[in-house]
């Protein structure tokens, strides 16, 4: 559900590679662990999260041997173009810029919104400041308006911004967000949802057309036999959007 803001470096890195299948028995799968619901680090120091659950069913239904890399969100494009891993599942939209430098499975959510949360619910988002995570959607939508936009490497890092004054919101996925305002109680939505993105899907180089394959055939399978809506529901809520 996040957007990249892909530099000409990472469109230099597409040529040459070797593809996941001619090189490799193993599918590596990267991920940020920083984003809950869709991927975190749980207490025992492992991946968890909906992206963990999903990504080790969709392997088992591609019949692929699977093992989980973590990589900081700014660079998670280039490292999967330069074969550092085989696959991004970290809650990334799949967007026409993005599909300039890499290949995508069909989605597996649907385009969700994005949302404003504060402190208070008189928070002035169209001259104020708001924090959103660096090289993301949200954080260049701020950047197109008149609020002054402040970004940072992680999520918990706007978060923190807000409550210490350096921010007057945050702007993030509305599913990221929404713990926050239902279970601390310090938090309030604000303003309108703004509908970003459209659906998150795994990204692939785009040599690697049969490992694309094998994961949309899982996808396709999980969407039909109503696997897929019972694992969003489960981390996003019974309000969550299903296919």
Known sequence: MKKLILSTAALALTAGLATAESHATTVRLGT????PPFNFIDDNGEIAGFERELGDELCVRAEVTCEWVTND????????????????????SITD??????????????????????LSEDVDLENGIIAAQTATIQAAHVAEGSATLIEFATPDETIAAMKNGEADAVFADKDYLKPFVEETGEFY??????PLGGGVGMGLRESDTELKEKFNAAITSMKEDGTLNTMITKWFGDDAQTY
Do not use: C, H, K
């Open 32 to 35: 940020e662990g920083a984003y």
């Open 73 to 92: 969100w700014d660079s998670i494009i280039p490292n999967l173009v330069s074969g550092n891993y085989d696959v991004i599942i970290a809650g990334m």
């Open 97 to 118: 810029e993005r599909d300039e430098v890499i290949d995508f499975t069909q989605n597996y959510t649907p385009p969700s919104n994005s949302a404003y949360v504060a």
């Open 189 to 194: 939505f604000v303003g309108e949802d703004v």
